[in-house]
């Protein structure tokens, strides 16, 4: 099956994020206190997967679980207690068969909102426990923009080219950490890790959850 | 192979009415002419439901009509045990243009209109399990009643909503222009499958070459997602009804769902 995602800039599609004053004027900042908003980018992504057992030959990854969950708080804002988020997360965990000690790495949402970013960081706090101060985070919405709908492939794909590589790359432009957002982020320069275990979380309008765990194939 | 749900209620309602006991034999004569039955605004009491979008409402009446079928209350479905599959074709479309010509808010453009009718319901109704919105005509239900056993397989959730809406009255216009009415009216409908976890079997395949389903169309009209939900109610209420299949075909996709056990409890498979 062939699964992936496009979406592409207009000026329509710009005047809605504008209108819901989501856009910056600035660099986009996830998870840093001077974080004003999200700036977009025009990409696709497409992936092929298989069954395990018809899955011979090359492969650079294996999609372990799959979570969702509504948050059924509001039409365009996060829930601020992240509860859907959070039942997204642990879903996609119980799918895959692990507990939040397997995760290696978190490729968060990231949208560098002002009101996305907290929201993430506490649930991502309260489903990795006393490991969230040593598994690193990161986003790479800085790099590439906000996606939209190509953004959770992409994410994805990272996760798992991270293992491949031996590097996370940093989330760029977080440069004061929010003390709100208080996780391991990887920023500055990518940082040597090979996280075998991955999960990456996406949110969408209408309060959409969406959570991804993934294995990285040697 | 999926293990199959039982269907616990449906509701369907239509330009023509509530149910499919109020199609008339002949969309086209009944229409005279007409090439949109329109729902209008469903009137509700109170002020949580002044801003809630016209398809909004036709969403959350055909969810209801589910409980009715079922003989349950909304808290039988609030919660984070029940998933919400929501599939439309068409029914972003009427925000989308108030955008763009400045009548409505300004949280409807492209990328939300989509999730506004499936976040109105959950909020309404409190359901806030496993989510999914898929966007598509006919074949594209039958997926979501897929993922909805998939879902209900996997004990993901204890009951899956099937929600089909669509609306068409404030794109008339563009549906004329680009020469998409046909022989029959665009008929505005939405309709709510509840399922739950059952003993049968469900498979996905591919389906006909020909479009299927063309006696229900002529007394039902164009309803886009919401006919194979229409299809069936119909097959429920045959006193011979056997295995049901479901066919659709749409813009070159052409899908076949085969579903035994639809009917039949958990308790009554034992």
Known sequence: ?????????????????????ALTRDDIRPFDRRRS??????????????????AAGPRLGTLLGYGSASDAAHIS?????????ERAVRAALRAAGIGPDAVDFVSAHGTGTPLNDPIEAAVLRRVLGPRAPTVPVNSI???????????????????????????????????????????DHVRGAARAARPRISLST??????????LVLEGAP | ?????????????????????????????AAAGRPVLSLGRLARDGDAWRRTTREGLIAVAAVEAALDDAGAGPGA?????????????????ASNRRFIEGRG????????????????????????????????GPPTTLRAIHHAAVLLESGACDRALVLAVEIFEECADLYARAGRLTAHPLVEAAACLWLEPGRGTLHLEPGPPRRPNAALRKRLGETFSVEPLAALDFWRQSPTRGTLELAARWRGQSTRLLWTGAMMPLAEAV
Request: glycine share 14%; with cysteine; net charge neutral.
């Open chain 1, 37 to 54: 908003g999200l700036l977009l980018g025009e990409a696709a992504a497409l992936v092929l997967l298989r069954r395990e057992r018809d």
């Open chain 1, 141 to 183: 919405k800085p790099s590439l923009g906000h996606t939209m709908g190509a953004a959770a492939v992409l994410e994805a794909l990272m996760c798992l080219y991270a293992f491949r590589r031996g590097l996370i790359p940093p989330t760029l432009h977080l440069d004061e950490p929010d003390p709100a957002c208080a996780l």
């Open chain 2, 1 to 29: 192979m999926t293990r199959a749900p039982v269907v616990r209620g449906l509701g369907v309602i239509s330009g023509w009415g509530r149910g499919t006991a109020a199609l008339p034999e002949d969309a086209r004569a």
């Open chain 1, 202 to 211: 996406s949110l969408g309008f209408g309060g959409c959850n969406a959570a």
């Open chain 1, 77 to 85: 804002a996060p829930d601020p207690e992240g509860q859907g988020l």
């Open chain 2, 105 to 136: 808010g300004s949280i409807h453009f492209a990328e939300t209109a989509p999730a506004i009718v499936p976040a109105e319901v959950a909020i309404a109704l409190g359901v806030c399990g496993p989510y999914a919105i898929l966007l598509g």
């Open chain 1, 1 to 21: 099956m062939v699964a992936g995602g496009y979406d592409v800039l207009c000026r329509f599609v710009m005047r809605g994020f504008d209108a819901l004053k």
């Open chain 2, 77 to 93: 479905i609030a919660g984070a045990r029940t998933a919400l599959v929501y599939v439309t074709a068409a029914a972003y479309g």
